[in-house]
Each structure stands twice: as structure tokens, then as C-alpha cells.
T-cell receptor, first 111, second 113 residues
Framework: GENVEQHPSTLSVQEGDSAVIKCTYS??????FPWYKQELGKGPQLIID?????GEKKDQRIAVTLNKTAKHFSLHITETQPEDSAVYFC??????????FGSGTKLNVKP | EAGVVQSPRYKIIEKKQPVAFWCNPI?????LYWYRQNLGQGPELLIR????????DSQLPKDRFSAERLKGVDSTLKIQPAELGDSAVYLC???????????FGEGSWLTVV
């Protein structure tokens, strides 16, 4: 099956700085890569996703890049704000039905 | 529009006792998922339903776990008997059809003592 590794496990940045979270995957057939944000005591919420026919996608302060050759994808958050503090999970899927999640990155944005 | 609703939110039980979790997906969503999330880890799929049919239960520990989705709407996940290692958050999620965005509920937090 698919193996998704996520780094770093914790990330602390100053408000206004950028944050980057990286994931690698093992199954070259994976073609859909969503990112989820999970706040304490809540379920994961989709924040952005990318499909394998696209190399980059941006939504306001959030962007995701995908390198299919190297089998890695990254989440970029610019101009971080305290409300961005949460745990972020990457995931990979080859058929949009079964998702393999990374182990999560706890982002702390210091005011 | 109401999101995915789960209950109970929190449950503490003694080992060997049974426990059940209930999920009401977003109205009209045909696909329903149960995930388990251990502390500090990402969610792992337990079972996926398309309408009332369990189409992927390969990760469900069938000796003690069972699930049902009668009438293709609400779903129940049961553990009997519970073990200490079952302590986790049990997340229900749904999507309109396969390939659409998956929406998670807030989870049912289980502690087995």
C-alpha cells in the first residue's frame, strides 16, 4: 500500500513568516493529494488539494506544489497568522476512495 | 447545511465493555467513511460505504469491530469487547460521490481504561 511521510512533526514560526510542510509518497499511481487542517477537538477540514495533472495550486495565502517525479508535495502558508495554528495533515490517494494520511505537523504561529 | 454529525463526542469505558458510535452524514452524501485516529497520527480508514454496501472493510478488525449503514444514511460503528489499544478518535466522514471532497465530523473520542 501507499506510505506517506510528513515533515516536520512540529513547526514554530513568527506571525507574518511563511511555513512549509513537506510530504513524500511511495505509490507512483497516487494522483490526488489533499491537505487537511485539524484544530484541537475537531475533525480534519480540507484546506487545499491538488491533482497529478497540475504542478501548483494557490488559494490566497495557501499554496501546494507537486513534484511527481520525486514523489513529493508541499504545503506553503504565507503571512502566517495565529489562527493558522493547528495540526496539518497531507494525504495521498490513487482512486479518490482510499486516502493515506501523513502523521501530521503541529504548526504554532507565535504572535 | 449541517455537517457530519457524530455521537457521542466523548466516551470512557472499561476494557472488555462494548461501545457504539453513531454517524449522520451530510444529507445526500452516498459515500460514508469511518476512520480511526490514534494520538499524534493521521487518520486510518476502517471501512467505506457506498450507500448501504461496505465496499472496503479490509482494515476493519472484524473480530471485535462491526459496522452497519442501514438504509444507506446513518451508520453505527461498534466495538465489542473494547481493548486498551482501542483508545483513539473515531472519525466519520462523507462525500457526495467517490472523488468528491471528503467532509469529516468532529469525531468520537474513546478512552478505554
Amino acid at each position: 500500500g501507499e506510505n506517506v511521510e510528513q515533515h516536520p512533526s512540529t513547526l514554530s514560526v513568527q506571525e507574518g513568516d511563511s511555513a512549509v510542510i513537506k510530504c513524500t509518497y511511495s505509490d507512483s499511481a497516487s494522483n490526488y493529494f489533499p491537505w487537511y487542517k485539524q484544530e484541537l477537538g475537531k475533525g480534519p477540514q480540507l484546506i487545499i488539494d491538488i491533482r497529478s495533472n497540475v504542478g501548483e495550486k494557490k488559494d490566497q495565502r495557501i499554496a501546494v506544489t507537486l513534484n511527481k517525479t520525486a514523489k513529493h508535495f508541499s504545503l506553503h502558508i504565507t503571512e502566517t497568522q495565529p489562527e493558522d495554528s493547528a495540526v496539518y495533515f497531507c494525504a495521498a490517494s490513487r482512486d479518490f476512495n482510499k486516502f493515506y494520511f501523513g502523521s501530521g505537523t503541529k504548526l504554532n504561529v507565535k504572535p | 447545511e449541517a455537517g457530519v454529525v457524530q455521537s457521542p463526542r466523548y466516551k470512557i469505558i472499561e476494557k472488555k465493555q462494548p461501545v457504539a458510535f453513531w454517524c449522520n452524514p451530510i444529507s445526500g452524501h452516498n459515500t460514508l467513511y469511518w476512520y480511526r485516529q490514534n494520538l499524534g497520527q493521521g487518520p486510518e480508514l476502517l471501512i467505506r460505504y457506498e450507500n448501504e454496501e461496505a465496499v472496503d472493510d479490509s482494515q476493519l478488525p472484524k473480530d471485535r469491530f462491526s459496522a452497519e449503514r442501514l438504509k444507506g444514511v446513518d451508520s453505527t460503528l461498534k466495538i465489542q469487547p473494547a481493548e486498551l489499544g482501542d483508545s483513539a478518535v473515531y472519525l466519520c466522514a462523507s462525500s457526495l460521490v467517490p472523488g468528491n471532497t471528503i467532509y469529516f465530523g468532529e469525531g468520537s473520542w474513546l478512552t478505554v481504561v
